[in-house]
């Protein structure tokens, strides 16, 4: 193979990344963040990308923020669509792997490096276990890592979209609140940026007071500094569910590989969330608070593991991963 890079994509539905991936090495470098506001379509972004490269890119992996089960590509939280053929001809690429963002967030997890993580609670993580991952970003994405012909693969799916787990009776009411407004209540529905926002609106409404329209940043930057008791309990509750969200899937998995959390929220306020009360809910599994206890969970600090893990994923695909 006589190309050096590839072009690799995480594609959210706020923000589009593009950097080079170094087939050989599967170094990344060069990235861009674009606003997907800005642009009327994922071609444009790439074309404005390539155009800018000194070298002629014949090989690209994208990740998205949505599910792929064809050739035509429909963004969950973006009104971006494509064929995934017409956009690899117009592109003049010669191959174009396209893939759910949470597979490649989980195929970086083998590759990243000890001090992209940060261990919240639980034991040492088994060797070739399975893996769970999840975060809370526009959505809120879900994957699953095993191991098995002495390679990683990973498994996509839709986890964010099954229905929220509540265990109390604050829990419960916000459940409650959440259907009036969106009949179903899926876990996505609180754990994302707008859940935060839901979360926080429940919050004030359960007092019988008016919430301000307050956006995530600034309902998590009110939390932090203490200067808003409700997103101080808005912020507390995100984070039991993220807790009780984790639990859940590390039962679903048998993650004693570990489970990890991605997503551009949790980042933000790592020591808050490190202190909070997500361990705790992320155990409260009554016969099986033990099975959890065992399980470590990694808050993933890396800056860009949706661009590693698709990094990863074209260089298996073009034969440059053997393991």
């Known amino acids: 193979m006589s190309e050096q890079w590839a072009l690799v994509g995480d594609i959210g539905g706020t923000n589009a990344r593009l950097a080079l991936c170094d087939l050989q090495s599967g170094e990344v470098s060069h990235a861009q963040t674009y606003s997907g506001a800005e642009y009327d379509s994922l071609q444009a972004v790439i074309l404005d990308y390539c155009a800018q490269q000194p070298q002629t ?36 690429f010669d191959t174009l792997e396209v893939i759910n963002d949470f597979t490649a967030v989980s195929l970086a997890i083998p590759v990243l490096p000890d001090h992209a993580c940060v261990q919240i609670g639980g034991g040492e993580k088994q060797a070739h276990k399975p893996v769970a991952v999840y975060g809370a970003g526009t959505g809120l994405g879900v994957a699953q890592l095993i191991h098995g012909a002495g390679m990683w693969h990973s498994i996509p799916g839709e986890g964010g979209h099954v229905d929220l787990p509540t265990c109390n009776a ?32 429940f919050i004030v409404a359960n007092q019988g007071r008016e919430p301000e329209p307050l956006e ?49 929220i949790v980042p933000r306020f790592q020591d808050w969330f490190a202190n909070s009360g997500f361990r705790a809910a992320f155990e409260e599994k009554g016969r099986f608070n ?14 860009e593991p949706g661009l590693l893990g698709a990094g990863t994923y074209i260089r298996q695909s073009l034969n440059f991963i053997v393991e």
């Open 170 to 201: 604050q829990e419960d009411a916000l459940a409650v609140y959440l259907r009036t407004q969106f009949g179903r209540v899926s876990a996505e529905r609180c754990l994302s940026g707008q859940g935060l926002v839901n979360i926080y609106q």
């Open 216 to 264: 995530p940043k600034q309902i998590t930057e009110q939390a932090l500094d203490n200067s808003n008791p409700d997103c101080v309990a808005a912020l507390d509750l995100f984070c039991t569910l993220m807790g009780r969200f984790g639990g859940n899937l590390a039962l679903t998995t048998g993650a004693f590989g570990g489970v990890y959390i991605a997503g551009g």
């Open 57 to 92: 890119l014949k090989h690209a992996c994208i990740a998205i923020a949505c599910p792929i089960t064809g050739d035509w590509v429909s963004m969950t939280n973006h009104s971006w669509e494509f064929s995934i053929a017409e956009l690899k001809a117009n592109c003049g």
């Open 290 to 303: 033990t099975y959890l206890q065992q399980i470590p969970v990694y808050l993933i600090t890396h800056n």
